[in-house]
Nanobody
């Protein structure tokens, strides 16, 4: 069992930065690949980024490549999403998720989910 709690969301102007954190409970955190997803009103949940259990392998959606960076600290049971050069279209609720299928992009492949944190980017 893994419980996930996101934090770090908020309101930021276009071009600004935010860092999201996702704190995990349990001693098995390092066994899981971690992903970040987002969901805007009226849209489906979409993949943002994922990182392998070791932190060596990462995967990004094309829309965020070069602007977002995913990382993890297994000693702190935490995964991060550094978001730079934010755009209004990045506005969404951001969720972290844990799974054991590698850096996959599809939500059903992740077993555990956080409650989400709102990110709003103003133009």
């Amino acid at each position: 069992q893994v419980q996930l709690v996101e934090s770090g969301g908020g309101l930021v102007q276009a071009g600004g930065s935010l860092r999201l954190s996702c704190a995990a409970s349990g001693r098995t955190f390092r066994r899981y690949a971690m992903g970040w997803f987002r969901q805007a009103p009226g849209k489906e949940r979409e993949f943002v980024a994922a990182i392998s259990w070791s932190g060596i392998i990462t995967n990004y959606a094309d829309s965020v490549k070069g602007r977002f960076t995913i990382s993890r600290d297994n000693a702190k049971n935490t995964v991060y999403l550094q978001m730079n050069s934010l755009k209004p279209e990045d506005t969404a609720v951001y969720y972290c998720a844990a799974g054991q299928s590698g850096v996959v992009t599809t939500p059903p492949m992740y077993t555990y989910w956080g409650q989400g944190t709102q990110v709003t980017v103003s133009s």
